[in-house]
Nanobody, 125 residues
Framework: VQLQASGGGLVQAGDSLRLSCAAS????????VGWFRQAPGKEREFVAA????????VYADSVKDRFTMSTDNAKNTVHLQMNGLKPDDTAVYYC???????????????????WGQGTQVTVSS
């Protein structure tokens, strides 16, 4: 399984970015998928996740109402639309996939076996 994340960049506070994560070797629709981020000196934290097809997407409180996760099954790609970006959103963003995560652990990065390489998002004030 390979995950390729893209779309990061340097933006100003209030701007928007759209991250993408393309998968090969396994389909998102049959697996759980999540977005996580890691800022310098901090642990990797949950951003958004979907527990398999048919389940609602959950968001971290810090990004709720600003970020939207979506899946394009035809292209086997997951997107993270980020609006109203803040300097605190600065981090390396990772997409991840798991076929074995249980529902209650879908926001735990340790539950995911497959990771993309990460894409840097920097938000200036």
């Amino acid at each position: 399984v390979q995950l390729q994340a893209s779309g990061g960049g340097l933006v100003q506070a209030g701007d928007s970015l759209r991250l993408s994560c393309a998968a090969s070797g396994r389909t998102f629709s049959r697996n759980s998928v999540g977005w996580f981020r890691q800022a310098p000196g901090k642990e990797r934290e949950f951003v958004a996740a979907k527990f398999r097809s048919g389940y609602n997407i959950v968001y971290a409180d810090s990004v709720k109402d600003r970020f939207t996760m979506s899946t394009d099954n035809a292209k086997n790609t997951v997107h993270l639309q980020m609006n109203g970006l803040k300097p605190d959103d600065t981090a390396v963003y990772y997409c991840a996939m798991s076929s074995t995560v249980i529902f209650s652990e879908r926001t735990n990065p340790r539950s995911y076996q497959h990771w993309g390489q990460g894409t840097q998002v920097t938000v200036s004030s």
